[in-house]
T-cell receptor, first 117, second 114 residues
């Protein structure tokens, strides 16, 4: 089956700890994204990467870090600097180029729910 | 700049009645528009997308949406609601001039009563 997997499904963190969320895709997509979802706020972009070994900050990157060492993988680290990390985190991927100019839909993983204790 | 406004945070319908979820967008250039659905504690699934080929777009599970440029709207409809349609729905705008980044609306929670 092709798709995006995220692990773990639920994650609990103590104050002051760093935690890493996993995201893997076997869709051969170039681009990968991390979003944070809070109730009533839609999704907000944390980081995105369009190519291996390169990534850009999104709208709310403070307190987060990422790496893109392999095309298939885009892990997100939530650091102790993130003041309010409790949220639902979603990973997505997409192709970069297509003959149809506006073909840029993103495919989403099942999400990781992070709770700070 | 781009933005999306979903006009209702909650919509409640009876099973078998029509569904209307409203979305207005703002984009400086010709946009791509999407509707995604999210069931509780799940990822997002694409319902349909507007790619400038046709203004009336048909999606999965009987949903459709009409792109109206003059009204800057992209409302989602379904003729007859099913209990399994109960979920949160997101209207999304994107544009190649903004690097194809997705901008999400705040979401509309659809409740279906039996």
């Amino acid at each position: 089956d092709g798709g995006i997997t995220q692990s773990p499904k639920y994650l609990f963190r103590k104050e002051g700890q760093n935690v890493t969320l996993s995201c893997e895709q076997n869709l051969n997509h170039d681009a990968m994204y991390w979003y944070r979802q809070d109730p009533g706020q839609g999704l907000r972009l944390i980081y995105y990467s369009q190519i291996v070994n390169d990534f850009q900050k999104g709208d709310i990157a403070e307190g987060y870090s990422v790496s893109r060492e392999k095309k298939e993988s885009f892990p997100l680290t939530v650091t102790s600097a993130q003041k309010n990390p409790t949220a639902f985190y979603l990973c997505a991927s997409s192709i970069i180029r297509d003959t149809r100019r506006y073909y840029n839909e993103q495919f989403f993983g099942p999400g990781t729910r992070l709770t700070v204790l | 700049a781009q933005s999306v406004t979903q006009l209702d945070s909650h919509v409640s319908v009876s099973e078998g009645t029509p569904v209307l979820l409203r979305c207005n967008y703002s984009s400086s250039y010709s946009p791509s528009l999407f509707w995604y659905v999210q069931h509780p504690n799940k990822g997002l699934q694409l319902l349909l997308k507007y790619t400038s080929a046709a203004t009336l777009v048909k999606g999965i599970n009987g949903f459709e949406a009409e792109f109206k440029k003059s009204e800057t709207s992209f409302h989602l409809t379904k003729p007859s609601a099913h209990m399994s349609d109960a979920a949160e729905y997101f209207c999304v705008v994107s544009n190649a001039e903004y690097g194809n980044k997705l901008v999400f609306g705040a979401g509309t929670i659809l409740r279906v009563k039996s």
